[in-house]
């Protein structure tokens, strides 16, 4: 990682404040469309620390799954910088970034994309065999409070466990971080929040890095920390003094 300077100005000196599991600087994401092109992001310094729930808030075409591609390895920046630790995530090529997701990073998305013609398990065992030291599907299955559905289809499943389904095969090659877009978008209230107990309890007892994307700002009060962004760039950045049980929050 190159020389780390802290976002904001602080009264703590910068050797104490954590180095950051995700450094970004000056990322610009341009999509050429024929005569024009959309500038999806400006300019976007972002840091991400170990072990913390981070939502980023937005309305639509805000730039959120454009960023979260980024740190993610789906997609690179145009202009501008990427590490996670010491990895160069805005120069590397495919292979090193199909790696990098691959060992490190889990994903869940708004639809499930689940296989239809597999069970539960089947389809987190797609995922734990490539895996160097995966959970067995069934455990990733109790973690989310499925257990008793392991040999169930996804037409079997109301949305909200097929989401779960989706949170157990990301967990279960246990990734260092999950990151997380619209995970409750199709879901009615109470599901959606059962979803983001699943999320918090992940963080919480596995430690791992939550970042979660959504336009719904209810679910702000959960996050250690919320960034907000507004047409491509970072509006705000705030910590939250209390965090909210997922139990807690209405939207
Ligand atoms: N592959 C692409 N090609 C062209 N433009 C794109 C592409 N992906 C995103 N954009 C544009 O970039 C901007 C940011 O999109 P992005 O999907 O990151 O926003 P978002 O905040 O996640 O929105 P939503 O909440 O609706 O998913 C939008 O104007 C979008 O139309």
Same mark, same amino acid.
């Given at each position: 990682? *190159?020389?780390?300077?802290?976002?904001? #100005?602080?009264?703590?000196?910068?050797?104490?404040?954590? =180095?950051? /599991?995700?450094?970004?600087?000056?990322?610009?994401?341009?999509?050429?469309?024929?005569?024009?092109? +959309?500038?999806?992001?400006?300019?976007?310094?972002?840091?991400?620390?170990?072990?913390?729930?981070?939502?980023? /808030?937005?309305?639509?075409?805000?730039?959120?799954?454009?960023?979260?591609?980024?740190?993610?390895? /789906?997609?690179?920046?145009?202009?501008?910088?990427?590490?996670? =630790?010491?990895?160069?995530?805005?120069? #590397?090529?495919?292979?090193?970034?199909?790696?990098?997701?691959?060992?490190?990073?889990?994903?869940?998305?708004?639809?499930?994309?689940? &296989?239809?013609?597999?069970? #539960?398990?089947?389809?987190?065992?797609?995922?734990?065999?490539?895996? *160097?030291?995966?959970?067995?599907?069934?455990? @990733?299955?109790?973690?989310?409070? /499925?257990?008793?559905?392991?040999?169930?289809?996804? #037409?079997?499943?109301?949305?909200?466990?097929?989401?779960?389904?989706?949170?157990?095969?990301?967990?279960?090659?246990? *990734?260092? +971080?999950?990151?997380?877009?619209?995970?409750?978008?199709?879901?009615?209230?109470?599901?959606?929040? =059962? +979803?983001?107990?699943?999320?918090?309890?992940?963080?919480?007892?596995?430690?791992?890095?939550?970042?979660?994307?959504?336009?719904? @700002?209810? &679910?702000?009060?959960?996050?250690?920390?919320?960034?907000?962004?507004?047409?491509?760039? &970072?509006?705000?950045?705030?910590?939250?003094?209390?965090?909210?049980? *997922?139990?807690?929050?209405?939207?």
């Amino acid at each position: 990682m *190159p020389p780390w300077q802290p976002l904001q #100005a602080s009264t703590v000196s910068a050797s104490a404040i954590p =180095r950051p /599991l995700f450094y970004g600087r000056g990322i610009h994401k341009i999509y050429p469309m024929g005569e024009i092109t +959309v500038q999806a992001l400006r300019d976007v310094d972002v840091d991400i620390y170990e072990g913390e729930f981070l939502v980023i /808030l937005g309305a639509s075409g805000s730039g959120k799954s454009t960023l979260l591609n980024i740190l993610g390895g /789906l997609d690179l920046p145009s202009q501008g910088e990427v590490w996670f =630790r010491d990895w160069d995530l805005s120069h #590397a090529d495919d292979a090193a970034l199909t790696r990098f997701r691959r060992y490190h990073i889990g994903f869940v998305f708004q639809f499930y994309n689940l &296989i239809p013609s597999l069970t #539960a398990q089947e389809n987190i065992a797609l995922v734990t065999e490539l895996a *160097p030291d995966p959970m067995h599907p069934r455990e @990733a299955l109790e973690r989310v409070g /499925l257990g008793d559905r392991c040999d169930h289809f996804p #037409a079997q499943l109301s949305g909200g466990e097929q989401q779960r389904v989706a949170i157990a095969r990301a967990i279960a090659k246990r *990734p260092e +971080v999950l990151l997380c877009d619209e995970p409750t978008g199709a879901l009615d209230f109470s599901t959606g929040k =059962r +979803v983001l107990e699943v999320l918090e309890s992940v963080n919480r007892e596995f430690g791992t890095t939550v970042a979660v994307i959504t336009h719904n @700002a209810g &679910i702000a009060a959960m996050a250690d920390r919320v960034i907000t962004m507004r047409s491509g760039q &970072i509006t705000h950045i705030d910590r939250n003094a209390h965090k909210a049980r *997922p139990s807690e929050l209405e939207w």
